[in-house]
T-cell receptor, first 113, second 114 residues
Framework: GQQLNQSPQSMFIQEGEDVSMNCTSSSIFNTWLWYKQDPGEGPVLLIALYKAGELTSNGRLTAQFGITRKDSFLNISASIPSDVGIYFCAGLSYGGATNKLIFGTGTLLAVQP | NAGVTQTPKFRILKIGQSMTLQCAQDMNHNYMYWYRQDPGMGLKLIYYSVGAGITDKGEVPNGYNVSRSTTEDFPLRLELAAPSQTSVYFC?????????????FGPGTRLTVL
C-alpha cells in the first residue's frame, strides 16, 4: 500500500536546539498533517496544511506543505523536554466522501535537559 | 466530553481466542476508524465507517470485523487471534465533510497474542 517515508527515524538533542524532520511520498496529497504521540497515548494533531507551498506555525512548531505536494517538513525551535515523543506525518487523499490518512513511520524525539 | 474512549487498555490473548475491542465517542462524529500501530511503524487503517450501518475495509482488514449499529460505538472484533495481531490498536473519529476534518484518537488498546 501507500507509504510515507519519514526521516530521521530518531533524534537525540539537547534542550534549546532546533529540530527538523521531513516526510516524502511517491503520491500527491491534498492535505498534510503532523501529529505527536506521547508515550501510552493516541496521536494528537499539531498542524494541518491544506495547499502546496503553505507555511503554518503553531507556537514553536512550523510546518510546510511542499510545492510538489509530495513532501512536507516540520521544524521545532528551541526544544524543551516536553517535546519528547513520536512525531508522525500523515497525508490525506480525497477519494469521494472518505477521509483516509496515510501515516509516516514516525520520528522519535528525545530531548535532554 | 470524554472524547474517544477505548476499552480495555491492555489484553493478552491466546492463539485462537476471540475478543472485541470497544470504542465509543461522544462528539456526534459521523466517521470512525480503527488503526493498528506496530513497533516502529506508523498507523495502518484496518476498517472505517462513514455513519451508522456503513463500514468499509481499510488497508489491513484481514482477521478483523467491525459493526456500526450506533453513531457512538464502533467495536472491532478479532475472531481467531494470531501472533501477527499483536499490536496497539487505536480508534479515531471525525466529522464528515469535503475538506479535512481532524481525526481525534483514543488512548489505544495494547494487545498481545501468545
Amino acid at each position: 500500500g501507500q507509504q510515507l517515508n519519514q526521516s530521521p527515524q530518531s533524534m537525540f538533542i539537547q534542550e534549546g536546539e532546533d529540530v527538523s524532520m521531513n516526510c516524502t511520498s511517491s503520491s500527491i496529497f491534498n492535505t498534510w498533517l503532523w501529529y505527536k504521540q506521547d508515550p501510552g497515548e493516541g496521536p494528537v494533531l499539531l498542524i494541518a496544511l491544506y495547499k502546496a507551498g503553505e507555511l503554518t506555525s503553531n507556537g514553536r512548531l512550523t510546518a510546510q506543505f511542499g510545492i510538489t505536494r509530495k513532501d512536507s517538513f516540520l521544524n521545532i525551535s528551541a526544544s524543551i523536554p516536553s517535546d519528547v515523543g513520536i512525531y508522525f506525518c500523515a497525508g490525506l487523499s480525497y477519494g469521494g466522501a472518505t477521509n483516509k490518512l496515510i501515516f509516516g513511520t514516525g520520528t522519535l524525539l528525545a530531548v535532554q535537559p | 466530553n470524554a472524547g474517544v474512549t477505548q476499552t480495555p487498555k491492555f489484553r493478552i490473548l491466546k492463539i485462537g481466542q476471540s475478543m472485541t475491542l470497544q470504542c465509543a465517542q461522544d462528539m456526534n462524529h459521523n466517521y470512525m476508524y480503527w488503526y493498528r500501530q506496530d513497533p516502529g511503524m506508523g498507523l495502518k487503517l484496518i476498517y472505517y465507517s462513514v455513519g451508522a450501518g456503513i463500514t468499509d475495509k481499510g488497508e489491513v482488514p484481514n482477521g478483523y470485523n467491525v459493526s456500526r449499529s450506533t453513531t457512538e460505538d464502533f467495536p472491532l472484533r478479532l475472531e481467531l487471534a494470531a501472533p501477527s495481531q499483536t499490536s496497539v490498536y487505536f480508534c479515531a473519529s471525525s466529522f464528515a465533510g469535503n475538506s479535512y476534518n481532524e481525526q481525534f484518537f483514543g488512548p489505544g488498546t495494547r494487545l498481545t497474542v501468545l
